[in-house]
C-alpha cells in the first residue's frame, strides 16, 4: 500500500550523532529520509506522540520494505538504514506525530569486526502485532508479517509482556547465526508453554 510522503534529505557528516531535529508527521502522512552520500548510517528515534508511529527501512530502488515495526508511545530505538535504503516513519493515527531524530554515518568494517554482537532478523510470521521489549535498546511492536532486522550484543535479552509481567522470549547468544531469521510467533507460542503461560 502506498502512502502520500514527505521527503527529507538528510546531509551526514560525522560519524557522531548529529543535533537532534524535531519531525511533525501529519495524519496518515509518511516522511522519507535518504543520505546524500549513500553511506551506512544510524538513526535514533524518539517517539513524542500519544500514538504509535510505524517504522520502515526501504529499498531505494523498489520501495519495497526490508524491514519494520511500531514505535509505541515514548518508544526509543536505534535503527540501522544501509546505503541502498531509506528510513520511512509513517503516522497512521489521527492527530500529528512528533519524532525527535538525531543521525550518523556508521563504518560498516567496523560493525562487521564486532565479535561480542551478531546482526539477525526478527520476523512476525502471523497476522497480529507482537509488542517486544529490548531493554535499554528500543521497545519494538512488530507488525504482521513483517521483519525487523537488529544488531544486539550477546547477553543481551529480549523480552514479551503477559499479565502485567515481564517474561525473557530469548537471550542473545553465539548460538544466533549472522543474518539468521528468527520467527517470533512460533517462539512466542513455545516460550509461554514452557512457562506454563497458556
Do not use: W
Not at 132 to 143: A, D, K, Q, R
Request: aromatic share 6%; hydrophobic share 40%.
Amino acid at each position: 500500500m502506498r502512502y502520500p510522503f514527505v521527503i527529507l534529505c538528510l546531509l551526514l557528516l560525522s560519524s557522531c550523532f548529529g543535533p537532534e531535529s524535531i519531525l511533525r508527521i501529519a495524519p496518515n502522512e509518511t516522511v522519507e529520509f535518504d543520505v546524500a552520500s549513500n553511506q551506512l548510517y544510524e538513526a535514533r528515534l524518539k517517539n513524542r506522540s500519544s500514538s504509535e508511529v510505524e517504522v520502515a527501512v526501504l529499498d531505494k530502488r523498489s520501495d519495497e520494505m526490508v524491514r519494520g515495526f511500531g514505535l509505541g508511545r515514548s518508544g526509543e530505538a536505534d535503527v540501522i538504514v544501509e546505503g541502498n535504503s531509506k528510513l520511512a516513519l509513517r503516522n497512521p493515527g489521527e492527530k500529528d506525530a512528533k519524532i525527535l531524530v538525531r543521525t550518523r554515518v556508521m563504518d560498516a568494517i567496523r560493525i562487521d569486526d564486532k565479535s561480542d554482537r551478531v546482526s539477525f532478523t526478527l520476523r512476525n510470521e502471523t497476522a497480529r502485532s507482537i509488542p517486544l521489549i529490548i531493554p535499554g535498546v528500543m521497545n519494538p511492536n512488530l507488525s504482521p508479517f513483517s521483519n525487523s532486522g537488529v544488531d544486539l550484543e550477546y547477553g543481551q535479552e529480549i523480552l514479551f509482556r503477559q499479565d502485567a509481567k515481564r517474561h525473557v522470549l530469548l537471550v542473545v547468544g553465539p548460538e544466533i547465526s549472522a543474518g539468521e531469521v528468527i520467527k517470533v510467533g512460533a517462539l512466542l507460542l513455545k516460550r509461554r508453554t514452557e512457562l506454563g503461560l497458556d
